[in-house]
């Protein structure tokens, strides 16, 4: 939790991957190291209320967790519709749920870019928002725009928690 999602409802959203549990490894398939593709991700409990859904992966312990320097962000994506449950394996842009816009990440383009830590075991947060409102086009917002443009809106809010550390 943090200020964006202080006080907002972990209740019924939950967010889950077939290919790592919370708190697990990642697999090498989704990381530099590997194919470096988007792993399948799959959510249930939505509020009926919920507009949009906003997906936002992070790294806060970059670039060593021993001394966490920033927050590197690896992939946003918002205005999912509600009525879509998933994110498939490797999700290619042109597959994305019809309306789903993406953010820059910190690689400096609009596409998913898989961890890829210089030294050490990090987390990667991948965080899901229920809002009620569907966002306007932000024209491809950095993190921080795309969590000014909801900060009031967040329904739901939860996150499922991977580790990655390069062989």
């Given at each position: 939790?943090?200020?964006?999602?202080?006080g907002v409802?972990?209740?019924?959203l939950t967010?889950t991957?077939?290919?790592?549990i919370?708190?697990?490894?990642?697999p090498i398939?989704?990381t530099?190291?590997?194919q470096?593709?988007?792993?399948?991700?799959?959510?249930?409990?939505?509020?009926?209320?919920t507009?949009?859904?906003?997906l936002?992966?992070?790294?806060?312990?970059?670039?060593?967790?021993a001394?966490?320097?920033?927050?590197?962000?690896?992939w946003?994506?918002y205005?999912?519709?509600p009525?879509?449950?998933?994110l498939?394996?490797?999700?290619?842009?042109?597959?994305?749920?019809?309306?789903?816009?993406?953010?820059i990440?910190?690689w400096?383009?609009?596409d998913y870019?898989?961890?890829?830590p210089p030294?050490?075991?990090?987390?990667?947060?991948h965080k899901l928002?229920a809002?009620d409102?569907?966002?306007?086009?932000l024209?491809?917002?950095?993190k921080?725009n795309?969590e000014?443009?909801m900060?009031?809106?967040?329904?739901s809010?939860?996150e499922?928690i991977?580790?990655?550390?390069?062989?």
């Open positions: 939790m943090n200020s964006l999602t202080s409802k972990v209740v019924t967010l991957s077939t290919s790592f919370q708190n697990g490894a990642i398939r989704y530099c190291d590997g470096n593709i988007s792993p399948p991700l799959f959510w249930t409990g939505v509020p009926n209320s507009k949009s859904l906003v936002i992966v992070d790294d806060p312990d970059a670039p060593d967790p001394a966490p320097k920033m927050i590197w962000v690896h946003l994506l205005n999912i519709p009525e879509n449950n998933n498939l394996d490797g999700i290619a842009p042109e597959s994305l749920p019809f309306g789903t816009l993406r953010g990440n910190d400096g383009n609009l870019g898989g961890p890829c030294v050490g075991n990090h987390r990667y947060f928002y809002i409102i569907v966002l306007p086009d024209m491809k917002p950095t921080n795309l000014q443009a900060l009031g809106h967040i329904i809010y939860t499922l991977g580790y990655y550390q390069r062989p």
